[in-house]
DNA sequence: TATCTGTTATAGCTCATCTATATCAGATAA
DNA sequence: TTATCTGATATAGATGAGCTATAACAGATA
């Protein structure tokens, strides 16, 4: 299964498609311009309706992510960051990191281990696509 | 203002509310201990229903972060990080972090960056108070 | 012709969000 | 006592998000 998601979260389901394809490709489960399911297909694996699919695909081709075409469907865009950069696109990321670390902050876990968990996830998309290890 | 909302934000009001006071805390602009606004006021300071703000207060009060008492309101919690930790609530905040650093990473920034952008900010939180700088 | 693709339209259901009103208990101060 | 503050709770309604269901269309492909 490419895609996994969890009908009892309180996550829409679009969104966590969505959320599900860019992880994979920042991980490099998925390359640069490889082709995505098809809507129908992904809907009846995931078995929702395909609508859901479809705006979840949509959300990743507004945010520059993926490029649909009529006749062969969705694939992960060559470069992302080539595209338009939307405005105002960073400050809103960095405002959500900072609610992300403050809320670790005030759990209780320090700068340090906070730092590493972020290097830690960050390193691991550096890894090649799980086909092959590197040699 | 102790804390500022976005009517025309997708993000619910409650939610906001929820973010700022955790960001309050993690930055020192609310010290440990120290009394919230009471629902009422804050309230009326945002322009708001009473309703709005109370869901926000129980949601901090679920997440262990503050304390209410009927009688004298709404105080920060003076260790959060002691009360019974949430089961599952490292490995649900570790996956939010790996979606928002994924998210980064497929818009074109680079470990490094993303990185440098998490030091800086949890570096923010270490600060004192807004009320005087450090001599 | 048949089947696949994405796209669009319409409708309905459920639930989250927010507001509005009202009431209650308890503490506090004039 | 009276008035005013606090949180807590119940009910109701409006609005919109999320998801599903059904249908239809255009274009490509076998």
Redesign the interface.
């Known amino acids: 299964m490419l895609l996994t998601i969890d009908l009892g979260s309180e996550v829409p389901l679009y969104q966590q498609i969505r959320?599900r394809v860019?992880?994979a490709?920042?991980?490099g489960d998925l390359a640069e311009g490889s082709a995505l399911p098809s809507i129908r297909q992904l809907a009846a694996d995931l078995a929702i309706n395909f609508h859901t699919v479809n705006k979840a695909y949509d959300l990743l081709r507004q945010e520059g992510?993926i490029r649909i075409n009529r006749k062969s469907g969705a694939m992960v865009r060559r470069?992302?960051?080539?595209g338009p950069p939307q405005p105002g696109?960073a400050d809103d990321?960095?405002a959500?990191?900072?609610?992300?670390?403050?809320?670790?902050?005030?759990?209780?876990?320090t700068?340090d281990e906070?730092?590493q968990?972020?290097?830690d996830?960050?390193?691991s998309?550096?890894t090649e696509p799980t086909t092959k290890e590197p040699a």
Chains 1, 2 share one sequence.
């Open positions: 959320d860019v992880e490709i920042a991980g992510i470069d992302p960051s080539s696109y990321w960095q959500r990191l900072r609610t992300l670390l403050a809320e670790a902050t005030v759990q209780g876990m700068a906070v730092l968990r972020c290097g996830t960050l390193a998309f550096h």
